[in-house]
């Protein structure tokens, strides 16, 4: 063999090791882009700056920030409409997905790939809109070896508390043989994965949302196997109505829960983790003697690590290769503040998801 075989033969063999390149560090500087909001006179600012690494809050864990996604609660964030930001100055951004810079923490190296949903980020501890982020190490979980960070994000935190919910329907016993399960808020981000999960399991699904008109189609493409109009389910409720539903995902809370409350089957199963209509439920104990019925609540910020990680892991083995290719918008962090009123202002359908 020639020289020039051997060297051939051997760049060959090394490039076929590494069929991923290894991790680089595109950010080796310790200034980065990020969206802060800060407060005037009681008014929310939201503007791009330059930070340095110095500022970002404690952590075990510093990232190099690949996608971050704009929800309806980070929207309420940056306009100012809603009170979700607790201290200022913050980084929005309940969730995002990178690489691992800097880790203190044996469970994570430089290189690894994470996500992060939850735990208050973007409201008391910066979050994902910015080039660069320090965690809790307990706060991440393995990005799934099957998932981007693009799909990461458009299943975000919203897909990770449907999957947690659906998990919850699941442990009460309820099957698809048991009956219809209902789903509040439905074109929402939770609902609507919600309704993609159940549909993969079999379930008989009943989509609730206010505009029919324009997200029926999108539902019944989902899997939903009828719609209803939330304005149904916004009408008083009797303590106890008519026997319709085996489980529901409720994402909406306050009169709706109470309605749906009202017409579970005996036996029937809640997993309720939204708060949209307000934290008030005029309910009586009826629904809950008389007729068994179990109200779950799932809250995805603390849920533990085993538990999310699991769920992770079914949302990758049930979600269809069609998830991926519904509506989803990417913007950049310039155009993050005129995406975050239009979400606000129910104007964008499908997902949003930030690249950094």
Not at 37 to 60: F, M, N, W
Not at 140 to 149: F, I, S
Not at 238 to 267: C, F, H, I
Request: proline share 4%; charged share 20%.
């Amino acid at each position: 063999m020639t020289m020039f075989h051997f060297i051939h033969s051997y760049i060959k063999a090394t490039l076929c090791t590494y069929s991923t390149p290894p991790f680089i560090n595109t950010r080796s500087t310790p200034m980065f882009k990020a969206l802060v909001l800060d407060q005037e006179e009681k008014k929310t600012i939201a503007g791009i700056r330059q930070v340095d690494e110095s500022e970002l809050p404690e952590g075990d864990v510093l990232i190099d920030v690949d996608y971050s996604s704009l929800n309806y609660k980070d929207g309420l964030a940056i306009t100012g409409k809603g009170r979700i930001v607790r201290q200022f100055p913050m980084v929005p951004g309940i969730d995002l997905t990178g690489r691992v810079l800097e880790s203190s923490d044996d469970r994570y190296q430089v290189g690894d790939a994470v996500v992060l949903t939850g735990w208050g980020v973007g409201e008391g501890h910066w979050g994902g809109m910015a080039e660069k982020a320090r965690l809790n190490a307990d706060w991440l979980v393995p990005l799934p070896e099957n998932l981007d960070g693009k799909q990461a994000m458009m299943i975000g935190t919203a897909g990770l508390t449907s999957m947690l919910c659906v998990q919850a329907l699941i442990d009460a016993g309820v099957t698809p043989e048991s009956g219809e399960v209902v789903v509040t808020g439905a074109s929402g981000g939770v609902g609507s994965v919600a309704v993609t999960l159940l549909a993969q399991l079999g379930y008989q699904v009943a989509a609730v949302t206010g505009r029919s008109e324009v997200n029926g189609p999108l539902l019944k493409k989902l899997g939903a196997s009828r719609i209803i109009e939330r304005s149904e389910f916004e009408e008083p409720a009797r303590p106890l109505e008519k026997q319709l539903w085996a489980g529901a995902v409720d994402t909406v809370g306050s009169k709706v829960l109470t309605k749906v409350l009202a017409q579970m089957d005996y036996n029937g199963a809640v997993a309720a983790c939204g708060l949209a209509g307000g934290f008030d439920l005029p309910t009586t104990v009826m629904p809950f003697i008389l007729r068994n019925v179990r109200l779950q609540g799932v809250d995805s910020v603390s849920c533990p690590f085993e538990k999310r990680q699991q769920a992770w892991k079914k949302l990758t083995e049930l979600l269809p290769a069609s998830y991926y290719q519904q509506a989803c918008r990417e913007v950049s962090l310039e155009e993050v503040a005129e995406c975050a009123e239009d979400i606000t202002n129910g104007q964008i359908t499908g997902r949003v998801v930030i690249k950094l």
